[in-house]
């Protein structure tokens, strides 16, 4: 995963970048996705996933 920002200040920057991150982590389908022994399955975000998104709002 790459996750570019850009700010006038670099710690803007780095929570940005960390805002990405935590938001990808809890709603973004692709990041779930499991392949183990051939057999693909869905991870649901977890308490701590969602929590971390949630101290943005």
């Known amino acids: 995963m790459m996750v570019a920002t850009a700010a006038e200040h670099r710690r803007e920057a780095f929570e940005a970048a960390e805002y990405l991150m935590d938001y990808l982590k809890s ?7 499991e392949v183990l022994n051939g057999e693909e399955s869905w991870v649901e975000a977890t308490s701590e996933d969602e929590a971390s998104l949630n101290r943005w709002r």
């Open 27 to 33: 709603r973004a389908p692709f990041w779930k996705k």
